[in-house]
């Protein structure tokens, strides 16, 4: 498990707003997304299935994202090499101010060691961190 917070400069309601949309939306917060397709669309999930682009290769991987207040966790349902899931977590802090912690537990299916990647999850709350504040200027 891997984890890394960030305080971003909305309210707790802009974060969770587009925490959400994010669901739909996951090309303006990952690198390399493409081709998303909504397979199933209940109350409290989401069936997502999207290709995506890196250095490696293209891998089309299909997740469950569950939403309740205040995480959403996105499952991990078919990939090529990898499983487990990532929690998106927020906290209020102050009336304009929201704690943002996202938790990648992955795990290689091949020898099942756990994904350690720092970097790529910082990075990745960096980047909606600053999607959510540019939008909420």
């Not at 309740?68 to 009336?95: A, M, T, W």
Request: aromatic share 10%; net charge negative; glycine share 2%.
């Amino acid at each position: 498990m891997v984890q890394h917070s960030e305080i971003v400069e909305a309210t707790f309601e802009k974060v969770w707003e587009q925490l959400l949309y994010k669901i739909e939306n996951p090309g303006d917060f990952v690198p390399g997304v493409s081709d998303v397709e909504i397979i199933e669309k209940k109350e409290n999930y989401v069936i997502r299935q999207m290709k995506i682009t890196q250095e490696s290769g293209t891998s089309i991987l299909k997740e469950k994202i569950t939403f309740i207040p205040y995480k959403v966790r996105f499952l991990l349902l078919e990939h090529p090499s990898i499983e487990g899931y990532v929690d998106n977590d927020i906290i209020l802090i102050s009336e304009n101010e929201t704690e943002m912690t996202f938790t990648i537990n992955w795990k290689n299916k091949a020898n099942k060691i756990e994904i350690n990647n720092f970097e790529m999850v910082k990075n990745a709350v960096i980047k909606t961190k600053n999607f959510i504040e540019k939008i909420n200027c």
